[in-house]
Structure formats: structure tokens, C-alpha cells
């Protein structure tokens, strides 16, 4: 698939590197505010053509899909103007910054037949469709609780990610991560929620607890304020899973699964996963999507029903942190029921 760049920052020459890598994906444009950094950004991975405006990009007919990666309060603005000029969008996380905003796009894809897309690149990890398959196998038993965390230290007040207007905070950047796993653990929408945050004019600190159906639970934390750490722990009533960098391993590194199994006298059994690009395999199986319109699978992508129902419940921590309510109820029309695995935007 030839691809389409918008924004020149650390997170697109990641991509940009992955695809410059698998033998089945091309980057044809780079489009970026300023001249100067869309000229080095195509010099540094051989893209033949380098934009400074964002709609030149997208009226490129050799684009087929477009990797949206600028900041997060421009995500919907731009997927939604990449869908009407019938591209495929690969929107980095979080979607939107508001459940409206995911639906908007929603419907822009479904309105032009094309292919959108959260880009959670951990979902397309060996070590997650593993993870995924040891439940769907039982392993575990059933699940009962999820602990998810993502934290590192940022004090560069220059850094986008702290920047209230651009959509920046603790949750949209790096909780979203932990929220969507449980999300993808459990089966389905959060039906309360309840949450804690530091910080001002944006969360530095977020704590949050999950109600599902069924009487589970999941727990999310998420800093810019603590050392590096990222966990996830899945609590069954047969066994558990934890893994210990399950969101961003690097592609030369190998990653573990603990699993314990046997119910009350478990044994510990540990699982190797080999190394893997999943920013490369993100591309690839987005692009395998878009050229045959499968619709997506829960396992090894990430279907909207997930992206949607993740929107709503970021809105209503908030909502909780915010405003000091002890639980926030989601309406269950925030998250309409999409088909299990629907593909959104193909005929």
C-alpha cells in the first residue's frame, strides 16, 4: 500500500522506519507544517515527495492510505478530511478527544467506504494476540480483574503532550493504553467509572477504576509525574496473567508472559515471545484490511466497537476526576453496539 504521512514528529519517523522496512508497504509523501522538517523527514527515509500543507497531501493520488500522527486535539479534523478525499486512515491513539469527535469519524468512513483505523500498534504484537488466544483458550479461567499501568517522567514544559489546546495529558497520551487493554480483556463497554487526577490544566496523574458487567473490575494508572513502568496483570478465577512491558516492546527485544494456572495451588509458567516490529505489522495488516475489506477482528487489530467504547469511558473518568463524583454511569448510547468486528467504511 503506498502511504501518506501527516506531521514530521517522533512517533511518524517510527512509522516511517517501519515501512521503510516491510517489503509490502511504501511511503510515497510527507506533509508537514513546516517546509523545512517535510524535506528532512522524505531525505532521511526516501519519500519522493514532501508537503507543507496537510490538504496537498491528501489530493496526492498516488496516496492510498494516510497515517494520521499529528497532535491528538487535530486527530478527527484531519482523519475526517482524509476519509472525504477517500484515503484509508490509520489515526494514531487516542482516536478523538471526544466520543462526538469518534463518531464523527465514524461516519465520515462509513459515508466514503473507507478503511479507519486506531493505530494501537501493541494489538498487532505476537505477545498480545498470545495473551488474547490463552484467554479465549480458558486458561485462566474466567477473568476477574485487570491492572494496567503506564507512567514515565515528562518536565519539558515545551512538550506537546502537556499542552491542554493540543490535547495533551496523562490519559489521552499513555493511559488510553492500559484502558484499551482491559477493554479488550474483558469482552465489553465499562458500565461505571470512577477516578482520581493531579495536575492543572491538564491530569499529570490519573487513577481510575472500571465496573464491567458481570461484577469485574479493572484498575488504570497513568503519570507523567512517576518513574518508567508498564504492567498488566489479568486476574482470573483459575490462574493470571502479568506482563511486563506489554504496550511498546522495542522491535530487538524479545518479551515474556507470566501465566499461572491450576486454579487455588497454581504453577508458573513462563512464555517467550521472539522479537517483532509492531509498528510494522500495524502497517501490514491495516493495509491487508483495506485491499480485501475483511471486517476487523478483535484478535491482531483494532476494531472501532473498542475505539468507541474507550472514547466514552475517557469522558466519563474525567467526568469522575473532574468533578469529584464518586462513580460516573455510561449511558449505553454513548457507545452505540457496533457488529462484532464490523468493518466500518467497506461495502
Not at 80 to 104: F, N, S, W, Y
Not at 129 to 148: M, N, S
Not at 298 to 317: K, V
Request: hydrophobic share 50%.
Amino acid at each position: 500500500m503506498k502511504w501518506g504521512i501527516l506531521s514530521a514528529g517522533r512517533i511518524a519517523r517510527r512509522f516511517a522506519g517501519a515501512l521503510a522496512a516491510s517489503p509490502t508497504e511504501q511511503t510515497v509523501a510527507i506533509a508537514a507544517r513546516d517546509p523545512a522538517r517535510a524535506v528532512t523527514f522524505a531525505a532521511d527515509f526516501g519519500i519522493p515527495r514532501a508537503y507543507s500543507d496537510y490538504t496537498a497531501l491528501l489530493a496526492d493520488p498516488d496516496v492510498e492510505a494516510v497515517y494520521i500522527a499529528l497532535p491528538n486535539a487535530l486527530h478527527a479534523e484531519w482523519a475526517i478530511a482524509a476519509l472525504q478525499a477517500g484515503k484509508h486512515v490509520l489515526c494514531e491513539k487516542p482516536m478523538a478527544t471526544t466520543l462526538a469527535d469518534g463518531l464523527a469519524m465514524v461516519a465520515a468512513a462509513q459515508a466514503n467506504r473507507r478503511l479507519l483505523m486506531e493505530a494501537f500498534m501493541y494489538r498487532f504484537h505476537p505477545q498480545t494476540i498470545t495473551v488474547q488466544r490463552l484467554l479465549a483458550d480458558g486458561v485462566i479461567g474466567e477473568v476477574q480483574q485487570v491492572r494496567g499501568s503506564f507512567a514515565f517522567w515528562l518536565d519539558d514544559a515545551a512538550n506537546i503532550r502537556l499542552d491542554p489546546a493540543l490535547g495533551g495529558g496523562a490519559l489521552y497520551d499513555i493511559g488510553c493504553y492500559p484502558l484499551s487493554y482491559a477493554r479488550m480483556v474483558v469482552g465489553s463497554r465499562p458500565q461505571i467509572a470512577s477516578a482520581f487526577s493531579a495536575g492543572e490544566p491538564i491530569d499529570l496523574s490519573l487513577s481510575g477504576l472500571l465496573r464491567f458487567a458481570g461484577d469485574r473490575f479493572a484498575t488504570i494508572t497513568c503519570s507523567f509525574r512517576s518513574a518508567w513502568n508498564q504492567r498488566v496483570e489479568i486476574i482470573g478465577d483459575a490462574g493470571w496473567i502479568h506482563l511486563e512491558r506489554p504496550f511498546n516492546p522495542t522491535p530487538e527485544q524479545a518479551t515474556t508472559i507470566a501465566v499461572a494456572r491450576g486454579g487455588r495451588h497454581v504453577t508458573v509458567e513462563t512464555i517467550t515471545i521472539p522479537p517483532a516490529d509492531h509498528f510494522q505489522l500495524e502497517a501490514e495488516g491495516f493495509a491487508r484490511l483495506a485491499a480485501v475489506g475483511e471486517p476487523i477482528p478483535a484478535i491482531g487489530a483494532m476494531p472501532l466497537t473498542e475505539s468507541l467504547d474507550n472514547l466514552a469511558a475517557m469522558e466519563a473518568l474525567f467526568a469522575s476526576a473532574n468533578t469529584a463524583t464518586h462513580s460516573v454511569i455510561l449511558e449505553p448510547a454513548l457507545a452505540p453496539e457496533w457488529p462484532a468486528g464490523t468493518l466500518v467504511g467497506h461495502e
